[in-house]
T-cell receptor, first 114, second 113 residues
Framework: SQTIHQWPATLVQPVGSPLSLECTVE??????LYWYRQAAGRGLQLLFY??????ISSEVPQNLSASRPQDRQFILSSKKLLLSDSGFYLC?????????????FGEGSWLTVV | GENVEQHPSTLSVQEGDSAVIKCTYS??????FPWYKQELGKRPQLIID?????GEKKDQRIAVTLNKTAKHFSLHITETQPEDSAVYFC????????????FGDGTTLTVKP
């Protein structure tokens, strides 16, 4: 069966510091990969998605970036964090070879920028 | 692009009552409609989904209906229990390679014992 893991689970970072969140998917190949952000009590905002290695599409302009160095690895980064970057970050995947586009989420990473 | 509106934003019911959450979508090409449940501090998890060639789907106390003509779909929870309390998200997507889904803003359901 397929599983998705992301880490770290929680982190507190000062303003201006860098960020790296990592996500891996197991049990499938060539998945679509996504990064979502959820502010406290709010909905799901799609930040980036990727349909293949090195292919990244950005949904919203921001100081974040994403990379996909391997088929099942997705990384969210920032060079300098802002207070507004605080939130719950969710990595997710869907099976590109199968219709239906069910999105499966990782456990999430709580980021607090102080 | 696709736009999904979800109502109500909050819903409070007594245990045992039914709860209904409604979503409308804008893109007539959307053909897949999942519903997710997110408990506090946890990840959203799929609870039920429906495709455009089906009008209704049921799984125990949960059911989803789809009206393609009106471009709306609804989640129905019967005999609600306190553990049904959570945030529920609807979504709509087109069966394309990108697999992107557009989510509603969520409904916070509270089931009072």
């Amino acid at each position: 069966s397929q599983t998705i893991h992301q880490w770290p689970a929680t982190l507190v970072q000062p303003v201006g510091s860098p960020l790296s969140l990592e996500c891996t998917v197991e049990g499938t190949s060539n998945p679509n990969l996504y990064w979502y952000r959820q502010a406290a009590g709010r909905g799901l905002q799609l930040l980036f998605y990727s349909v293949g290695i090195g292919q990244i599409s950005s949904e919203v302009p921001q100081n974040l970036s994403a990379s996909r160095p391997q088929d099942r690895q997705f990384i969210l980064s920032s060079k300098k964090l802002l207070l507004s970057d605080s939130g719950f970050y969710l990595c997710a995947w869907s099976a590109s070879w199968r219709g239906g586009n069910t999105i499966y989420f990782g456990e999430g990473s709580w980021l607090t920028v102080v | 692009g696709e736009n999904v509106e979800q109502h109500p934003s909050t819903l409070s019911v007594q245990e045992g009552d039914s709860a209904v959450i409604k979503c409308t979508y804008s893109d007539s090409a959307s053909n897949y409609f999942p519903w997710y449940k997110q408990e506090l501090g946890k990840r959203p998890q799929l609870i039920i989904d429906i495709r455009s060639n089906v009008g209704e789907k049921k799984d125990q106390r949960i059911a989803v209906t789809l009206n393609k003509t009106a471009k709306h779909f609804s989640l129905h929870i019967t005999e609600t229990q306190p553990e049904d309390s959570a945030v529920y998200f609807c979504a709509a997507s087109i069966n394309t390679n990108a697999g992107k889904s557009t989510f509603g803003d969520g409904t916070t359901l509270t089931v009072k014992p």
